[in-house]
């Protein structure tokens, strides 16, 4: 494994201050989300892995292809390949079959004007034959059905149904980029230029924890007043999502020592910091204190619903850093927040390509209410008739009601100087298939 480098790294003070317009009691959402691209640098360490090992990983360097793909010219069909020169334009065409070819086993002969030959897909084209025609297409002579094909007149174009040497990659070309997420189409491309090990960059290690004093794990008794904390769950699945190595660090009381004590073990063993709850007005003070002594953290009210109050920076624990996404403690406004501000960080910090969520457009089925000056992102129903994609909420918003989720397929985007949405309007939508 390279050792991490780590560039110059900006202070948050440094990129806010050369923002006319910063105001942490209401920050849009986009100038928040390009506040935290400018701050990021990717984790620099890169290991190599074996290739079946590689599903999932960012790649670290561009891979370029060794060879041709394929290597040499071959047949795209089951068949019969022929010299183009040979077919009549205005009448059938008549050719001697003077051998065959089979895929791994090339035909070792030549074709003489006048003759074809017997070729199975994927077999090397014989030297002088530059077109293929499906073996249903020929027509067999009465009488002779091993020793003549009949072509029908203008059944085949010249060079059809034939692969070129090269012709998916050439030798010395890019195959797949830098910073992509390695998929199972990958891997077999991969395999098709015959590279075992793939350079990509190491997992980020991401630790996480709740805070709150009314949270109670999963399989504790509930008492009076407390609630069972989902929040570690959601992020949980979010960030396996992600492929990263993760440190749950379960519930954290509202308490300063312990609250330190967390950060600072966090900081000590991961590249980042996720946790909820503890950021809104009346929870911050601590915090805020005590961010204040371990780095360089800012806490924003931001322009959206849900998903208010964020706080966001870095800290420094026994010369170790980490990044740090102090996300709100309601269900639903984790995930959004994860979703629109600590998800795209993260694939940078990976030295993932992070482009935005794709969005697309649907109409409105009924009247969405939307008050301009801030970004919504309500929980929706998509689903398609005649061809055309309409999109509902779901009966419940709040905040605290991760029902909604469950029950949504798709997020509706609300941008922040829209106002109400009359039915049968066109809004955006962000699809939930691959994220939740």
């Known amino acids: 494994m390279k050792p991490s480098s780590r560039p110059h790294q900006p202070s948050l003070s440094s990129l806010t201050s050369c923002l006319s317009d910063y105001d942490p009691q209401a920050m849009p959402v986009a100038q928040a989300q390009a506040i935290i691209h400018a701050f990021i640098t990717p984790v620099g360490a890169i290991e190599k892995v074996a290739l079946r090992s590689a599903l999932d990983r960012v790649l670290a360097s561009d891979i370029i292809s060794p060879i041709d ?25 008549i050719l001697n079959v003077a051998g065959t070819s089979h895929a791994g086993r090339a035909h070792e002969g030549t074709a003489a004007r006048g003759e074809a030959i017997r070729i199975m897909t994927g077999a090397l084209m014989p030297a002088g034959l530059d077109t293929v025609i499906p073996q249903e297409f020929v027509q067999i002579p009465a009488g002779s059905p091993a020793g003549s094909i009949i072509i029908p007149a203008g059944a085949v174009k010249a060079g059809a149904n034939r692969r070129l040497a090269g012709e998916d990659l050439k030798a010395g070309t890019p195959a797949i980029g830098k910073g992509r997420i390695l998929r199972p189409a990958d891997l077999g491309l991969l395999a098709s230029l015959g590279i075992a090990e793939i350079p990509v960059r190491r997992r ?36 396996q999502r992600l492929g990263c190595d993760i440190i749950d660090m379960g ?96 694939l940078q910090m990976m030295g993932a390509q992070a482009p935005a969520l794709p969005l697309m ?76």
């Open 251 to 346: 519930v954290v009381g509202d308490d300063p020592q312990a609250l330190e004590a967390a950060f600072r073990s966090a900081c000590e063993n991961a590249d980042a910091i996720i946790t909820s709850g503890g950021v809104s007005v009346g929870d911050a003070d601590h915090t805020k204190q005590m961010m204040a002594q371990l780095g360089d953290v800012a806490f924003w009210k931001i322009g959206m619903r849900p998903g208010r109050p964020l706080a966001f920076g870095r800290i420094a624990s026994g010369g170790k850093q980490a990044l740090f996404f102090g996300l709100p403690g309601n269900p639903v406004a984790v995930m959004v927040s994860f979703y629109f501000f600590a998800r795209t960080a993260l």
């Open 361 to 436: 457009r649907a109409t409105a089925a009924v009247a969405i209410r939307k008050r301009p000056g801030r970004t919504e992102y309500q929980r929706g129903i998509l689903s398609t008739s005649d061809g055309q994609w309409s999109v509902r909420p779901t009966a419940a918003q709040g905040s605290g009601i991760l029902r909604s989720m469950a029950e949504a397929n798709c997020m509706i985007v609300l941008a922040h100087d829209q106002a109400d949405v009359a039915s049968g309007d066109q809004v955006e939508v962000i699809l939930f298939d691959g994220l939740i």
């Open 69 to 93: 793909v394929p290597a040499h010219d071959n047949s795209a069909m089951d068949g019969y390949a022929f010299n183009s020169l040979d077919l009549r334009q205005d009448s059938d065409t």
């Open 204 to 239: 980020l290690r991401v630790a996480f924890f709740s805070t709150g004093d009314e949270l109670r794990s999963v399989g504790e008794i509930l008492k009076p007043g407390c609630v069972y904390d989902s929040n570690r769950y959601t992020l949980y699945g979010m960030l």
